[in-house]
């Protein structure tokens, strides 16, 4: 087994590969400019070549350079003029020659930035980019979204993962690539990994579908942004959970959909409401399982209702069920799909939750008549996301360490979050109020009204803290938004989580 510091270290990449790698490629050659006519003999010309890319910062220090050899073969002339390019370069500094090892952009040098952007743009010229492009709300860095630690969202307890048999499956498909999986160019992805998504979907989620009918994708937003791109057209309506996850929102601003925040309450989204506002909305968005960010589950006669509306007015249902293997006190509740005698449903699902968010693998269900669609939009795209980890996890379903994992983080997450739940009634006694904790990796709490800051004002000054709480208001279309916290549990463990929470209680200076 990796242990669990071993595993933490990709989490610091910069850190980790500064241990192994250099941080530029290796035997990258820059552009030289040869000219066969001129009277600048060749030597100078490569010698110029390279003295003017590591001045420019193309090349960088400590970066491994061609051999002479294999220069002189790339440029079409003979190794003698390179040789004494090299060796001017040794001599001034520019290069270090590493004995058996190679020859190498002098260390020493100072770090140039590599292309610097001009200043300003040339005066007069039009740098307009897309009204399209325009549409997208801004992309801010937002401290909480990047930080790893106590309450972040989507963390999953990566050191309980099986590494050491996920590393085996990836050194053996990576060995033994098969013609058919470094040819095939199937927009619903790979055949055998669509046949056990498929397999686990109708047992675990009841799920009807067929394996004709699963698109592997890059996780859940991308199938959201495939599925609004065949479904929606710009100045349609749209329904959206209010609150919502905010990258719903902005992917139908991005394409010029029109949403409409509907509701919810603690039977889910308010379908009345979503008929008054906008009943000729083309689509629902939903998280009917485990409601982001409030965390309510659909209530069934609502589950009815809203199949019901979208039967009449002919609209789509997009189930987004993002963490739906997570329940702690109930069994996993049935997908609103599987309900639905009319195929209107488009059912999303990711791995990014019992695996990791930076795998990026998830699957859209489609209706039968919407798969040549789903298949045309996705083609033009990115055609299928790298069939290495879907071989792989292929293989990692198949064996039954998938479902085993599940059952393992399931009594995992269910500690945690019995312990983070504890913790804030001891820390704040009724002072927050806890929603959500049923379900999934994080749960929400509401803060009391006149904290004196809000949610956003908090979570900035915690991250500086290394406290990493999501603000929920930004999960609201309409104002006033509610104010409180999405809290993760996924990557604390309980006997760190009273000092968290006694940090999160400093804090917030209630
Ligand atoms: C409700 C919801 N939908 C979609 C996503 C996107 O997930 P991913 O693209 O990583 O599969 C998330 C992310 O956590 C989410 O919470």
């Not at 590591?54 to 190794?79: C, F, M, N, T």
């Amino acid at each position: 087994m990796v242990t669990l510091h071993d595993n933490l270290q990709p989490i610091r990449p910069n850190h980790y590969y500064a241990l192994q790698m250099p941080d530029v490629s290796a035997g990258l050659l820059p552009v030289i400019p040869l000219d066969r006519e001129s009277a600048t003999p060749l030597h100078r010309q490569v010698y110029a070549g390279f003295r003017d890319a590591i001045l420019r910062g193309d090349l960088a220090a400590g970066q491994q350079v061609p051999s002479s050899r294999a220069l002189a073969a790339e440029l079409e002339i003979s190794r003698f003029p390179v040789l004494d390019a090299y060796a001017q370069l040794l001599a001034e500094g520019y290069f270090e020659s590493r004995v058996g090892s190679g020859t190498y952009v002098s260390a020493s040098l100072p770090h140039r930035p590599g292309h610097t952007r001009p200043s300003a743009p040339a005066s007069g010229s039009s740098r307009q980019t897309s009204r399209r492009s325009m549409l997208f709300p801004p992309y801010d860095r937002l401290p909480w979204r990047h930080g790893w630690g106590a309450f972040g969202v989507h963390q999953p307890a990566l050191d309980q993962f099986p590494f050491d048999i996920w590393s085996k499956l990836v050194t053996r498909h990576s060995r033994s690539l098969r013609i058919h999986s470094a040819h095939n160019l199937h927009p619903l992805g790979l055949e055998v990994f669509r046949d056990a998504v498929c397999s686990y979907l109708r047992t675990a989620r009841s799920v009807r579908c067929d394996p004709a009918q699963i698109m592997i994708v890059s996780g859940s937003q991308q199938a959201l942004d495939i599925t609004a791109r065949v479904l929606l057209d710009p100045g349609d309506e749209a329904w959206i959970e209010e609150p919502c996850y905010p990258l719903v929102r902005s992917l139908l601003l991005g394409s010029g959909v029109r949403p409409v925040p509907v509701p919810v309450d603690e039977e889910g989204l308010d379908v009345e409401a979503g008929i008054r506002f906008a009943p000729h909305a083309r689509v629902a968005f939903v998280t009917p399982s485990h409601h982001y960010a409030l965390g309510v589950t659909m209530s069934a006669s609502r589950r009815f209702q809203l199949l019901e509306w979208s039967r009449q007015s002919s609209s789509w249902i997009v189930e987004d069920d993002y963490d739906s293997e997570y329940r702690f006190e109930s069994m996993p509740i049935p997908s609103l799909q599987g309900l639905d005698p009319c195929d209107r449903v488009i059912y999303i699902g990711t791995f990014s939750k019992v695996l990791r968010p930076s795998l990026r693998l998830g699957y859209i269900v489609i209706p039968a008549d919407l798969v040549d669609r789903f298949a045309a939009v996705r083609f033009a795209m990115d055609i299928f996301p790298s069939y290495l980890f879907q071989e792989v996890l292929t293989d990692f379903m198949r064996a039954g360490h998938f479902v085993r994992h599940i059952r393992r983080m399931r009594s995992l997450y269910k500690a945690r979050r019995t312990a983070l739940v504890n913790s804030l009634h001891t820390e704040f006694g009724d002072l927050l109020q806890i929603h959500g904790s049923e379900a999934g990796m994080h749960l929400t709490v509401t803060l009391p009204e006149n904290t004196g800051s809000s949610d956003v004002e908090i979570a900035t000054r915690a991250a500086k803290e290394k406290l990493w709480l999501w603000p929920l208001s930004t999960c609201y279309s309409t104002t006033p938004a509610r104010q409180g916290f999405i809290l993760g549990f996924g990557n604390t463990p309980e006997d760190q989580t009273p000092a968290a929470v006694h940090h999160l209680r400093q804090v917030l200076r209630l």
